[in-house]
């Protein structure tokens, strides 16, 4: 036995063989978050004339586990600003503490003009950016939902790399591949943003979150949605799908020719 | 250093490389309920260094504060760093407040060093406590630091096995009987299925009347000893 | 002045033989030429006033608030120097940043005067530094719900905790006032600054200590205190700053905010009515110097 101080807390290297140095260098290259641990599934969001439909299904998965299932991933920042977290948990948890104290200083200063969606994603987008560049990215795909300075309807997203979007509809994860198509046979451009209406919005919207629980694996059948307009942000946080389409697998026998 | 584990599509794989060669590790069975009078924590007694068991009788069931326990899940080492740490700030916190510190605050600093260190930590924790204001009340904070707050919540490698068994027989507002059941059929279906727990089943019961431990051995088919 | 000339007057962290910091007692003296500041405790919330004498014709009427919030549910006004009271706002809202940093939470109003109370008597025991030269008070509503940790997500069991204690109340309004010295004292009533005296006096003759006063009756109180304590001879104009805070169903639901325009004018009125009333007695208790 080495009874050597240098050797004190090291495994025996006649058991486990020599110890590696290298855990001990502070020397070489820091390295930060590698993946996601904690994740929500996708973002999806709508404009209409009046404003944004904005919803995130309740679930938290650990890989492939299903593991918390009350997790709710729209947050209201103010009576004209949602966000909506995809991606890490932990990394949703910091942002929402980071937002936490933004409303806080900003209450200090006791200006008549609340931030608004616009500037909440260009302060959002700033954040991502900086700990992209510091190569700790913040595990999230953001949409941020609400109105701009004119009251516009305004929906922008902003993702782990710092990258930004704005548009009609908007989409993230898996909502990008299965939603976003959906979303735009109603919203194909910015003009046609002013033929929909309110319930059209939340109507085609939740019927995306229904095609998103038929195909994503990593999502579940309760939901939170929030509509952001003039008249202030209404959320709801414990939807349940509606209207789901499963009796035809009666009609479903074998795989080709079996029909028994 | 290497990163803490790595998520596939079929779960987490710890990378055993992180773990310092022959470091300890508590491939562990963990769990703490909320019952009608407070919270119960439970705990298998596996310590293993790969399929070696380091300690068969091992205490995962830690004191933070007088009624703020933490079951530990992860690197030994890591886990026993962090708790000392939240144990140290309760104690501040006690003592320059006047007041002994709530629940939350517990999960709040546990949260902390587990989210700004995940880099480097391998750690899961389930913090349960009990204070007169708030009751028991159970925080999740599995391996990224996120803090979830949860009805029941388990953990560690054997909690896999058992997610169907506590979803069927859970029930809300349980006796303290049923609740030291609830958690002792859990704890027994993971050490079962799960190689990484075993030996014997701790629990520590939070109610007004302060902690008490529970002790329960396989070679008495973990019907006692009972009460200590 | 026993002081002068002595020579223990000229260095902070000198004491004098008889066991006095004179640094200190100027200090208190720069706070009895502020405008008057005062606090009421009131059983559902706090009320903050302020006797904002105006400088100039130049400054804009309304603007330059000198009530501080800190983070959302604390109010902080002071009398004397403004920059070292705008200074010790900074330094509270630092403190209770930095304790929302360790434990995602709201700093208990005891908690935060306890460390402004600490910070400002650092400043009595260096010859590098002069102490505050402002009374400062702190007025909290401190949550009586229960808080989730900040960014906590999930709510526990549906039917809530198991084994709460009923009984005990927690929470509610809190009002310390923190002097140069450091010394702090948690109160139903403070007043500071040049009409102190008249505002100390009119407080005691409020009751507060049996709680039934009302938030609403105490911003009313607080405005025509300030109106009394005011000295028209030697201060031409003021302007009055209130702020309250409420229980979280009153109507601020737990922050600190400005008294609203119509109640803070009807509040003015009745201070001005009081007023005219006894105006006769005004003359002959020639007020305090």
Not at chain 1, 19 to 42: C, E, K, L, N
Not at chain 2, 12 to 18: A, E, T
Not at chain 2, 104 to 119: P, V
Not at chain 3, 71 to 90: A, E, M, Q, T, W
Request: hydrophobic content about 35%; proline content about 3%.
């Amino acid at each position: 036995m080495n009874h050597l101080p240098q050797a004190w807390g090291r495994p025996r290297d006649d058991v486990y063989g020599a110890y590696d140095h290298s855990h001990f260098q502070t020397a070489g290259p820091i390295q930060h978050t590698q993946s996601p641990i904690v994740t929500g599934t996708s973002v999806i969001a709508a404009k209409f004339k009046d404003g944004v439909v904005i919803a995130a299904d309740n679930l938290a998965s650990y890989g492939s586990l299903a593991r918390f299932t009350d997790v709710k991933r729209l947050r209201k920042f103010n009576d004209q600003v949602v966000v909506g977290f995809g991606g890490d948990v932990s990394d949703m948890q910091y942002l929402d503490r980071l937002l936490n104290s933004l409303d806080v200083r900003e209450n200090y200063s006791s200006s008549d003009t609340p931030m608004n969606a616009k500037n909440l994603h260009t302060y959002l987008a700033k954040v991502m950016y900086k700990r992209r560049s510091d190569f700790n990215p913040l595990w999230n795909h953001l949409l941020i939902a609400g109105l701009d300075a004119d009251e516009k309807p305004f929906l922008a997203s902003a993702d782990l790399l710092g990258t930004t979007f704005t548009s009609p509809t908007l989409a993230t994860g898996f909502g990008a591949h299965l939603a976003q198509p959906i979303l735009r046979r109603s919203l194909p451009d910015e003009s046609s943003v002013q033929n929909v209406t309110k319930e059209e919005a939340v109507e085609l919207v939740k019927e995306c979150m229904k095609v998103l629980f038929y195909r994503d694996a990593r999502s579940m059948d309760k939901y939170s949605i929030a509509v952001i307009s003039k008249g202030g942000v209404e959320l709801r946080e414990d939807e349940k799908l509606e209207n789901q389409s499963w009796a035809f697998a009666e009609r479903i026998r074998g795989y080709g020719t079996q029909t028994v | 250093m290497q990163a803490t584990g790595m998520l596939g599509e079929d779960g987490i794989h710890v990378d055993m490389n992180h773990l310092k060669k022959g470091e300890v590790n508590l491939g562990t069975s963990i769990m703490a309920i909320n019952f009608k009078d407070g919270v119960i924590l439970g705990a298998d007694s596996r310590t293993t260094t790969g399929a070696y068991i380091a300690n068969r009788v091992t205490d995962k069931l830690t004191q933070v504060h007088d009624t703020i326990w933490c079951c530990r899940s992860g690197s030994a080492a890591d886990t026993q760093a962090v708790a000392d740490i939240v144990q140290y700030h309760l104690g501040m916190y006690g003592i320059t407040n006047n007041e002994p510190p709530s629940t939350q605050t517990a999960a709040a600093i546990f949260q902390e060093l587990c989210y700004s260190n995940k880099d480097q930590l391998s750690a899961g924790m389930i913090i349960a406590g009990y204070d007169h204001r708030h009751g028991g009340q159970v925080y999740s904070i599995p391996l990224g630091g996120s803090l979830h707050k949860q009805a029941y919540a388990i953990g560690g490698s054997g909690s896999t096995y058992i997610y169907g068994y506590c979803d069927s027989y859970w029930q809300e507002n349980m006796s303290e009987a049923e609740g030291i059941q609830f958690v002792k059929g859990a704890l027994q279906e993971a050490i079962k299925w799960d190689g990484s727990s075993g030996g014997v089943i701790r629990m520590v019961v939070l109610t007004a009347s302060g902690a008490q431990r529970h002790l329960y051995l396989p070679d008495q088919a973990y019907k006692g000893p009972g009460k200590q | 002045m026993t002081s002068i000339g002595t020579g223990y007057d000229l260095s902070n962290s000198v004491f004098s033989p008889d066991g006095r910091n004179f640094q200190v007692e100027y200090a208190v003296k720069a706070v009895e030429n502020g405008g008057t500041a005062v606090g009421i405790k009131c059983k559902d919330g706090v009320v903050l006033a302020l006797e904002k004498l105006v400088t100039s014709k130049l400054l804009k009427p309304g603007a330059n608030k000198r009530i501080a919030t800190v983070d959302r549910n604390i109010g902080i006004v002071s009398s004397g120097l403004l920059p070292d009271g705008r200074h010790f706002v900074s330094r509270a809202r630092d403190e209770a940043s930095q304790w929302r940093g360790l434990y995602k939470a709201p700093i208990p109003t005891s908690s935060l005067a306890d460390r402004m109370g600490s910070y400002a008597q650092a400043y009595t025991l260096y010859s590098s530094v002069r102490p505050f030269g402002v009374t400062a008070i702190i007025a909290g509503w401190d949550s009586e719900a229960e808080l989730p940790v900040d960014g906590q997500v999930g709510s526990g069991p549906g039917v809530g905790s198991g084994g709460k204690k009923g009984g005990s109340k927690y929470g509610g309004p809190h009002l310390y006032m923190i002097e140069p010295s450091g010394l702090y004292w948690g109160y139903y009533g403070a007043a500071t600054g040049k009409g102190r005296q008249i505002a100390k006096s009119e407080l005691e003759k409020l009751n507060l200590s049996e709680g039934n006063l009302s938030l609403e009756e105490g911003v009313k109180e607080a405005a025509r205190i300030i109106y009394v304590a005011h000295d028209d001879n030697k201060d031409k104009e003021f302007e009055l700053e209130l702020t309250w805070i409420s229980s979280l169903n009153g109507p601020t639901k737990g922050r600190h905010e400005e008294v609203p325009k119509e109640l803070k004018e009807e509040a003015e009125r009745l201070a001005k009515k009081s007023l005219e009333g006894d105006d006769d007695d005004e003359d002959e208790d020639k007020m305090e110097e």
